[in-house]
C-alpha cells in the first residue's frame, strides 16, 4: 500500500520562507503533486515532481528525492494569504494518495 | 470553463435513506475521480473512471457505494442505505489523459453530505 505522512502544523513568518514536508512508502510510484486548500474550499494543484531534484517555480519550489521517499514543498517570500493547508500527494496508475496536509500559518 | 461542476452543494439524508451526488468534469478531460474529505481520515480516493471506464475502485465500501460515467459529461455517485459515518464532503476531480495525466487534478467545490 502507500502511506503518505507530513507534519500536521508550521508556522513562519511573513517575508520568510516555509518548507512543508512529505514522506511517502509506496508500492508504485509515478509522481508527486502539491495541492493547496484553504478553509472550506476544495484543494488547488501547485506543482507535481517527477524527476529527482529541485524544481523552481517561483514562489513555490519542489524537491524530490525518490531513493529517500521524500519530497518538499519550499514557499519563499511569504505572504499572509499563503496561510492555509498544503497537501503532498503520491500518484500510482492515476490514483493519488493523499496525506493529511500540513497547515501553514503565517504571522506578521 | 466552467470547472468541475458538483451538485448539489449540500445534501442532509436521513439514515437508510439513498444519496446520489452529481459531478460534470471540466470539458476535455478524460479522466474523473471520486474523493471523500474528513477531519478525521482526511482525503480519501473512491474511484476513477478513464475515457468513461471504470479504472480504479479499491477506494470503494463495496456494499453501498456505487459510481457510473455514462457519458463524457457527467458521473454519479450513489450512496444506499446511507449511515452517519458516510458524513463527509465528496469531492470529484478531472484531468487530462496524456504525459503527466492525474498529477494535475482539477477539483469541484464538493458535496457536504450530512446523515443524520
Known amino acids: 500500500g502507500q502511506g503518505v505522512e507530513q507534519p500536521a502544523k508550521l508556522m513562519s513568518v511573513e517575508g520568510t520562507f516555509a518548507r512543508v514536508n512529505c514522506t511517502y512508502s509506496t508500492s508504485g510510484f509515478n509522481g508527486l503533486s502539491w495541492y493547496q486548500q484553504r478553509e472550506g474550499q476544495a484543494p488547488v494543484f501547485l506543482s507535481y515532481v517527477v524527476l529527482d531534484g529541485l524544481k523552481d517555480s517561483g514562489h513555490f519550489s519542489t524537491f524530490l528525492s525518490r531513493s529517500n521517499g521524500y519530497s518538499y514543498l519550499l514557499l519563499t517570500e511569504l505572504q499572509i494569504k499563503d496561510s492555509a493547508s498544503y497537501l503532498c500527494?503520491?500518484?500510482?496508475?492515476?490514483?493519488?494518495?493523499f496525506g493529511d496536509g500540513t497547515v501553514l500559518t503565517v504571522k506578521p | 470553463n466552467a470547472g468541475v461542476i458538483q451538485t448539489p452543494r449540500h445534501k442532509v439524508t436521513g439514515k437508510g435513506q439513498e444519496a446520489t451526488l452529481w459531478c460534470e468534469p471540466i470539458?476535455?478531460?478524460?479522466?474523473v475521480f471520486w474523493y471523500r474529505q474528513t477531519i478525521v481520515q482526511g482525503l480519501e480516493f473512491l474511484t476513477y473512471f478513464r475515457n468513461q471506464a471504470p479504472i480504479d475502485d479499491s477506494g470503494m465500501p463495496k456494499e453501498r457505494f456505487s459510481a457510473q460515467m455514462p457519458n463524457q459529461s457527467h458521473s454519479t455517485l450513489k450512496i444506499q442505505s446511507t449511515q452517519p459515518q458516510d458524513s463527509a464532503v465528496y469531492l470529484c476531480a478531472s484531468s487530462l489523459v496524456g504525459g503527466g495525466w492525474g498529477y494535475e487534478q482539477y477539483f469541484g467545490p464538493g458535496t457536504r453530505l450530512t446523515v443524520l
Open positions: 500527494a503520491v500518484s500510482n496508475t492515476g490514483k493519488l494518495t
Open positions: 470539458s476535455g478531460h478524460s479522466a
